[in-house]
């Protein structure tokens, strides 16, 4: 009876070790590999034509003073016919220089919102669309910079009627060398891999909120506490529309450099993705949404789930090692890895860089920050307010 529960608790064990495994596998390797094979055989037609619809070019400012009058100057020099747009800048209740800051290019028909009160972003972004008398509203932030052309980039896509919103490409910079600038825009570019795909295929299930384009007449006023760059891109598939990824508009950011910010940053991010999944979870059956769904739970449910499956990974091999050679070879492997991560967290806290250490520690860092996300998420945090990270 006794050998029989060991030998059931054994086989449970291995079963556990080996699914947390498998769907490790499938979450940073099996689900790219997959989007790249049903690229081989499926893709969306591309649709692109010149076409200059009128734009509103948004940006959301708290305290932008540092960055405002760059980012104001770069936008006034687009290469698009200065007739057909216009700036809005929500200045989310500033109390630095921000506002005096726009004031200077109102000659240059920028137009400054200011609202009685903070708002939070989401709701910024509200407020500006309702004066916004674009057919195409951008949406950007105040640290971000693009080249002349980018309208022209993105625009074409919307002579696809099918399709309701264009995100750019989004590239990190680091002149600091730092190991989180470096690993963040590492991290980034995995993404962006997945993202093309997910937009040949399908559709992209959110963009990256530094630059997309959106059609008027598609927006949908969105709660104060939505991550708006991630919940938009259900906002359109709801509505019939898809969301589709434009390599070719580029446009930079300076990366976080302090493990810090970057770990915020992360649990708000996290934090306010499960918050809209949640809300939006009809949107997670495949009968309703089709392959859309198979994407949300791919790429962000089971990776949200990473530091729960490293657990097991790491709890069921440790019980199977007292009796087999392999499973102590991933234990002792899995050792190594988090003491380096360990380290390598302590070298960033001192600053100082170290290649060797700086990618585990990341991922640590990455994983920390998912699962203080879902502890907020549970705990019933919003994040509708919150300030600038990147100075």
């Not at 400054?112 to 916004?132: F, H, M, Y």
């Not at 009809?282 to 198979?294: D, S």
Request: glycine share 6%; with cysteine; hydrophobic share 45%.
């Amino acid at each position: 009876m006794i050998e029989n529960l060991h030998t059931y608790i054994d086989t449970v064990t291995a079963f556990s070790f080996w699914l947390a495994l498998v769907l490790l596998g499938y979450t940073y390797i099996g689900y790219p590999a997959l989007l790249a094979l049903i690229s081989k055989f499926f893709t969306r037609d591309r649709v692109a034509s010149d076409i200059e619809p009128s734009v509103s070019i948004i940006i959301t400012a708290r305290n932008e003073e540092l960055h405002i009058q760059r980012k104001l100057q770069n936008t006034i020099e687009i290469d698009y016919p200065r007739n057909k747009f216009e700036v809005l800048v929500v200045s989310d209740f500033s109390d630095d220089g921000t506002d005096s800051i726009v004031g200077q290019f109102t000659d240059k028909g920028v137009r400054l919102i200011r609202p009685d009160r903070r708002l939070g972003k989401t709701a910024a972004q509200n407020l500006a669309v309702e004066n916004a008398v674009g057919e195409i509203l951008v949406f950007t932030d105040a640290t971000t910079e693009y080249p002349k052309g980018i309208l022209r980039t993105l625009l074409p896509r919307f002579a696809d009627p099918d399709v309701g919103c264009v995100a750019g490409r989004l590239r990190y910079v680091d002149e600091s060398g730092s190991s989180i600038g470096r690993n963040s825009s590492g991290y980034w570019d995995y993404e962006t891999l997945i993202k093309q795909k997910e937009s040949d295929i399908c559709s992209l299930i959110g963009v990256s909120g530094c630059l997309y384009a959106v059609r008027r007449n598609a927006y949908v006023p969105m709660y104060a506490e939505a991550c708006s760059d991630f919940l938009i891109a259900s906002v359109m598939y709801k509505q019939g529309l898809v969301t589709v990824f434009e390599p070719d508009a580029v446009c930079s950011e300076v990366t976080n450099i302090e493990g810090r910010k970057e770990f915020n940053m992360r649990v708000r991010i996290i934090a306010q993705t499960l918050s809209d999944l949640w809300r939006n979870r009809t949107t997670l059956n495949p009968f309703r949404t089709g392959f859309f769904a198979i994407q949300l739970i791919s790429h962000k449910i089971l990776r949200y789930m990473v530091p729960f499956l490293l657990l097991t990974l790491f709890l069921t091999s440790l019980e199977l090692a007292l009796n087999s050679t392999l499973y102590l070879v991933v234990f002792v492997f899995q050792v190594i890895f988090w003491l380096v991560a360990l380290a390598g967290l302590e070298l960033e806290r001192r600053k100082i860089a170290c290649n060797l250490v700086s990618y585990p520690a990341y991922f640590a860092l990455l994983n920390a920050a998912t699962v203080m996300g879902l502890y907020k998420f549970l705990n019933g945090e919003t994040f509708s307010q919150w300030e600038p990270s990147r100075t």
